[in-house]
């Protein structure tokens, strides 16, 4: 299995995306969003799924860091539909339950080429919370948004719950880990499989 790497540019009123990526890497990122936090989550997603990334958005941060973190995951998921090709030999399933201090989150992979998501488990107050150092801060609403955009173009099933948590760095750090966990084992070679996992022969 080779050539699983790809590089997706895309341009919108609102942001330019560069997205690079290696599925068959060792968790190597250089990410430049414009958000710090966001910047800090993706690059525990390549650390923990050992996808090398690479990402450039320059994005209308003084508006709002919302189109720079939407239009990034939309990147990222068209970069990693590319990068599975015909899915010819992966495992397709990941499954991983990631801790965090007092925040644990569990999140299920299909790559299944039929896009659909579920986010649950979330206090009510997240949504409202502002997290990081420098502005544009990063929306604790957008996680869900980002696994949404990044699944309905990835072709991915996911379910992302979060079991417990409390302060909100903590929850949407072991969001992203849990995540990348469950990718890394998805999208990861099968030794004993060489089709397409599925029985009807295409994802």
């Known amino acids: 299995m080779a050539g699983r790497s ?35 989550m993706l690059t525990a997603l390549s650390k923990h799924s050992l ?19 939407e239009d990034t995951a939309i990147g990222i998921g068209q970069a990693l539909r590319t990068a ?12 991983a339950m990631v801790p965090l201090d007092e925040a644990l989150a569990q999140c299920v992979v299909d790559v299944a080429g039929r896009p659909y998501v579920v986010c ?21 609403s957008m996680t869900r948004h980002v696994v949404e955009s990044l699944a309905y173009n990835a072709g991915l099933c996911v379910h ?6 409390r302060e909100p760095h903590h929850i949407v750090e072991a969001q992203f880990k849990a995540l990348a966990r469950a990718l890394r084992m998805a999208v990861e070679p099968d030794p004993r499989v060489d089709a397409v996992p599925s029985t009807k022969g295409t994802l």
């Open 160 to 165: 992302l719950r979060l079991l417990a948590g």
């Open 6 to 40: 790809v590089e997706v540019h895309r341009v919108t009123g609102e942001s330019d995306v560069r997205v690079w990526l290696d599925l068959d890497g060792t968790g190597q990122s250089e990410i430049n969003t414009g958000v710090g936090f966001y910047d800090h």
């Open 51 to 69: 996808i090398d990334i690479r990402i450039t958005t320059t994005g209308d941060v003084q508006v709002d860091g919302h189109h720079s973190v």
């Open 84 to 95: 599975l090709g015909d899915k010819r030999g992966i495992r397709r399933f990941g499954d």
């Open 120 to 140: 649950t488990g979330e206090p009510d107050g997240q949504v409202y919370a502002r997290i990081g150092g420098t502005p544009p801060l990063y929306a604790g």
